[in-house]
C-alpha cells in the first residue's frame, strides 16, 4: 500500500487518527526509507487550525488516491 501513497492522497496513520493529505514525499528524515510530509486541520472552539507532522510512508494507510 505505502508504493501507492503519493503527494496529494489521504492517508492515515494506521495506530488511527486524524486524515491528513501528503504534501510532500523525501528521505529526508530517514536516509533508508521515505517519509511523507503531511498536512490537516483540527477544530478547537475556534476557527480550524492547520496541523502538520512528518511520518514514515510504513507507517501510513491510504484512505483515498
Request: net charge positive; with cysteine; glycine share 8%.
Given at each position: 500500500?505505502?508504493?501507492?501513497i503519493?503527494?496529494?492522497?489521504?492517508?492515515?496513520?494506521?495506530?488511527?487518527?486524524?486524515?491528513?493529505?501528503?504534501?510532500?514525499?523525501?528521505?529526508a528524515?530517514?536516509?533508508?526509507?521515505?517519509?511523507?510530509?503531511?498536512?490537516?486541520?483540527?477544530?478547537?472552539?475556534?476557527?480550524?487550525?492547520?496541523?502538520?507532522?512528518?511520518?514514515?510512508?510504513t507507517?501510513?494507510?491510504?484512505?483515498?488516491?
Open positions: 500500500m505505502e508504493g501507492r503519493k503527494i496529494g492522497s489521504v492517508v492515515q496513520l494506521k495506530s488511527g487518527g486524524p486524515k491528513m493529505t501528503v504534501s510532500t514525499i523525501d528521505k528524515m530517514m536516509e533508508d526509507h521515505l517519509s511523507a510530509w503531511c498536512d490537516w486541520f483540527v477544530q478547537d472552539k475556534a476557527p480550524w487550525k492547520k496541523e502538520n507532522g512528518v511520518f514514515p510512508l507507517s501510513l494507510k491510504l484512505i483515498e488516491p
